[in-house]
């Protein structure tokens, strides 16, 4: 009656474990977050930030693939990821800050914004871009009315140019440079600037550290200054003729422009014939792709997932056009110490002020 009794008790104990094991196959994963299916490890929400350096809804529509190309390639690494959201910031500042709050797990940022929120964030990224057929630290090298176009070489840094629009202002600096004459503080302080946010490398603070360099002074010395909310806002004003004289941008701002300078801005002539560079930096480091260190998803074996996707990324057709909106043709890993002169540049700011 014993044996009986311990082989009903043995049936019960195994009949409550298939059925406790039941549970976790019933919603497809198990007790680690993976998935019995594919063994990955299970994330509802991946988000990505990008700073608002083109107009947002352009960038919202450009990177839309980007949400099924990095869903596979995060598969491909161990990571099934149910929903890719893309949100575009209302400035530079508010990425770095939602990396810093972990409200965003992965940013596509300027090395100047990620300088300063790296106590938040981590660099694992440095996108690379093809270089310019023209490359001078001397201005007037610019100004041959033909449009810039790319190379073949692939750099890892990138120039911000001082540029002056078609406005009676404008095109008396302009012609100062051309003429081999050099330019004073009188001459750039007549003039309306349009300037990007303080943590914006090539609309705020290489154009400072060129106003330091040349006239010991910085933006926030200029008499008239106005702050966009993005280079296309910006170029609109320039080509308007009487709101701004100058602006600060990317060296190849020039390029995605061209089509709105005589269509939606109205010019008739071509914006290589009605704008000219009347300053230019020195090279600046390229845009970083960085995580957050405080969002709950984060760790070592994701943040090499994310590496490893965007790598395989930029080295499909797909996957550059997607990144093109950035200037983007490529991805190489990273380190903090690659953007020591970035924290160079902001101490060069702040001392400037």
């Known amino acids: 009656m014993r044996k ?30 993976a998935s019995e299916d594919t063994g990955n490890v299970q994330i509802d929400e991946l988000t990505i930030g990008f700073v608002p350096s083109r107009e947002p809804e352009e960038i919202i529509t450009a990177t839309e693939p980007l949400k099924e190309l990095l869903t596979k390639e995060l598969a491909e690494q161990g990571y099934d990821v149910e929903n890719v959201d893309i949100t575009v910031g209302t400035n530079y500042e508010a990425v770095g800050e939602g990396l810093s709050a972990g409200t965003i797990d992965v940013g596509l940022i300027p090395g100047g914004t990620y300088v300063l929120y790296d106590d938040g964030a981590e660099v694992v990224l440095t996108a690379t871009r093809a270089g310019l057929n023209k ?47 050099e330019l004073t503080w009188e001459d750039v302080n007549s003039a309306s600037w349009a300037v990007m946010s303080s943590s914006s490398p090539a609309g705020y603070i290489y154009p400072a550290i060129w106003l330091g360099d040349n006239f010991d002074k910085t933006i926030t010395d200029l008499d008239n200054v106005i702050q966009s909310d993005s280079y296309g806002s910006a170029f609109a004003r320039l080509a308007e003729g009487k709101q701004i004289d100058v602006l600060v941008t990317y060296a190849d701002a020039r390029r995605d422009n061209e089509d709105s300078w005589t269509s939606d801005f109205n010019r008739e002539k071509s914006i290589w014939e009605e704008t000219n560079v009347i300053g230019v930096t020195p090279g600046i480091y390229n845009d970083t792709v960085s995580v957050s260190k405080n969002s709950d998803i984060m760790d070592d074996g994701l943040k090499q997932a994310i590496q490893q996707a965007f790598i395989n990324i930029g080295e499909t057709e797909e996957g550059k056009e997607v990144i093109s909106i950035y200037n983007h043709e490529g991805y190489q890993i990273s380190k903090d110490s690659d953007y020591d002169d970035e924290r160079t540049a902001q101490e060069v700011v702040r001392n400037l002020k």
């Open 4 to 33: 009986y009794l311990l082989s009903f008790m043995v049936l019960a104990v195994i009949s409550v474990l298939v059925a406790c094991g039941g549970t976790d196959s019933d919603n497809g994963t198990s007790d680690d977050g």
């Open 135 to 181: 490359d001078s630290d001397n201005a007037s090298d610019w100004n041959d009315n033909k449009p810039t176009e790319p190379s073949d070489e692939q750099v890892t840094y990138y120039r911000a140019l001082i540029i002056a629009g078609p406005s009676e202002k404008g095109q008396e600096l302009a012609e100062k440079v051309n003429n081999g004459e």
